[in-house]
């Protein structure tokens, strides 16, 4: 097997974070914008563009991470944005190391993690960096997005409890009481449009001291793809910090364009594993055992529908021996 390629870290960037933590030189951004980019050009552009139309009286760097892109994007940007500070990347080093890697390279006293997805409307970033300016007792700050066509996109939720992890992904999650508890943590008594405290914000677009961040060790680069926000709010929580969802900071959010480009049964497996090693690093090894009995319950109930729907026993064996690599695959760690 190939050696495992280390994980950047701050100390790698070193020479571009030597200043003390709370030292500001007189060049120091205001804000440091951080976008990953994977096989989304014309919508990485469209995001860059929008923040150019941006005015604002503060000074910005805009970091663009880009994950191995097939599609030409790293030479668009560094030819159509001369300005933006461009890092590429041979390989898809997925969400929580590519999101570091930008986190580390920035040196603005403000730092916001934005999905290539996302088109920022005017005094939008303005209005979020206000509140935590005004608040510091606040961790973390997000706006309101919505779709292209108006519509809110209702992206907040309630941490997860330890039973949340199988009403995610069983039939009980459709049933009293456990569409209650799903219905609970979706936050679905909150229709978004005040703003108000949450746990966890939407996380196409997320703003914190760049301090704190790094001193909180950035995103885990465990959760490689999924619960890294999830995990990122629970730490903020932990440490008494609270969390702000702006209603009146608007963000265009296309949604989910680079996963759409990724194989749906190794997003599938990712997803298991990252949410293993969160309930495992949550809850220890109750967590773990307890998810691994939830991977197993859902797997029952998908050999159940393969066994009762219309298909032949050819079919079914196919479906059963999918079903047996995918399982084996999410276990493996």
Same mark, same amino acid.
């Given at each position: 097997?190939?050696?495992?390629?280390?994980?950047?870290?701050?100390?790698?960037?070193?020479?571009?974070?030597?200043?003390?933590?709370?030292?500001?030189?007189?060049?120091?951004?205001?804000?440091?914008?951080?976008?990953?980019?994977?096989?989304?050009?014309?919508?990485?552009?469209?995001c860059?563009?929008?923040?150019?139309? =941006?005015t604002?009286? $503060?000074?910005?760097?805009?970091?663009?991470?880009? !994950?191995? +892109?097939?599609?030409?994007?790293? =030479?668009?940007? *560094?030819?159509?944005?001369?300005?933006?500070?461009?890092?590429?990347? #041979?390989?898809?080093?997925?969400?929580?190391?590519?999101? !570091?890697?930008?986190?580390? $390279?920035?040196?603005?006293?403000?730092?916001?993690?934005?999905? +290539?997805?996302?088109?920022?409307?005017?005094?939008?970033?303005?209005?979020?960096?206000?509140?935590?300016?005004?608040?510091?007792?606040?961790?973390?700050? +997000?706006?309101?997005?919505?779709?292209?066509?108006?519509?809110?996109?209702?992206?907040? !939720?309630?941490?997860?409890?330890?039973? /949340?992890?199988?009403?995610?992904?069983?039939?009980?999650?459709?049933?009293?009481?456990?569409?209650?508890?799903?219905?609970?943590?979706?936050?679905?008594?909150?229709?978004?449009?005040?703003?108000?405290?949450?746990?966890?914000?939407?996380? /196409?677009?997320?703003?914190?001291?760049?301090?704190?961040?790094?001193?909180?060790?950035?995103?885990?680069?465990?959760?490689?793809?999924?619960?890294?926000?999830?995990?990122?709010?629970? $730490?903020?929580?932990?440490?008494?910090?609270?969390?702000?969802?702006? @209603?009146? *900071?608007?963000?265009v959010?296309?949604?989910?364009?680079?996963?759409l480009?990724? !194989?749906?049964?190794?997003?599938?497996?990712?997803?298991?594993?990252?949410?293993?090693?969160?309930?495992?690093?949550r809850w220890?090894?109750?967590?773990? @055992?307890?998810? $691994?009995?939830?991977?197993? *319950?859902w797997?029952?109930?998908?050999? +159940?529908?393969?066994?009762?729907?219309?298909?032949?026993?050819?079919?079914?064996?196919?479906?059963? =021996?999918?079903l047996?690599?995918?399982?084996? #695959?999410?276990?493996?760690?």
């Amino acid at each position: 097997m190939p050696t495992p390629r280390k994980p950047l870290c701050p100390e790698d960037f070193s020479p571009l974070s030597s200043l003390p933590k709370n030292a500001m030189s007189p060049n120091t951004p205001s804000l440091s914008i951080v976008i990953l980019s994977w096989n989304t050009l014309e919508l990485t552009c469209k995001c860059i563009e929008s923040l150019y139309a =941006d005015t604002t009286g $503060r000074s910005r760097e805009i970091i663009v991470v880009d !994950n191995g +892109s097939a599609d030409g994007s790293a =030479d668009a940007i *560094a030819e159509r944005f001369p300005d933006v500070i461009l890092i590429r990347n #041979a390989d898809n080093r997925l969400y929580s190391e590519g999101n !570091n890697q930008g986190a580390w $390279r920035a040196t603005g006293e403000y730092l916001c993690l934005l999905n +290539s997805d996302t088109e920022v409307s005017v005094g939008a970033l303005d209005k979020v960096q206000d509140f935590l300016i005004a608040n510091p007792d606040y961790g973390a700050a +997000s706006p309101k997005l919505i779709w292209p066509d108006g519509k809110v996109q209702c992206a907040s !939720n309630r941490l997860p409890t330890i039973l /949340a992890a199988v009403t995610e992904v069983t039939v009980l999650g459709d049933v009293p009481p456990g569409n209650w508890l799903s219905d609970w943590t979706h936050m679905k008594d909150f229709d978004h449009q005040t703003s108000r405290d949450v746990d966890q914000p939407p996380g /196409a677009c997320v703003m914190m001291k760049r301090t704190e961040f790094v001193a909180m060790g950035g995103l885990d680069q465990t959760l490689s793809l999924y619960f890294n926000d999830v995990d990122l709010c629970d $730490r903020l929580k932990r440490a008494g910090r609270k969390v702000r969802y702006i @209603a009146d *900071a608007v963000v265009v959010h296309h949604a989910g364009q680079s996963a759409l480009k990724l !194989n749906r049964e190794k997003l599938g497996i990712l997803w298991w594993r990252n949410q293993h090693s969160y309930y495992r690093k949550r809850w220890g090894r109750v967590g773990g @055992a307890w998810h $691994r009995l939830v991977l197993f *319950a859902w797997a029952t109930e998908q050999a +159940s529908r393969y066994r009762l729907g219309p298909k032949t026993p050819e079919q079914r064996r196919a479906a059963m =021996d999918e079903l047996k690599t995918h399982v084996r #695959a999410c276990l493996a760690q």
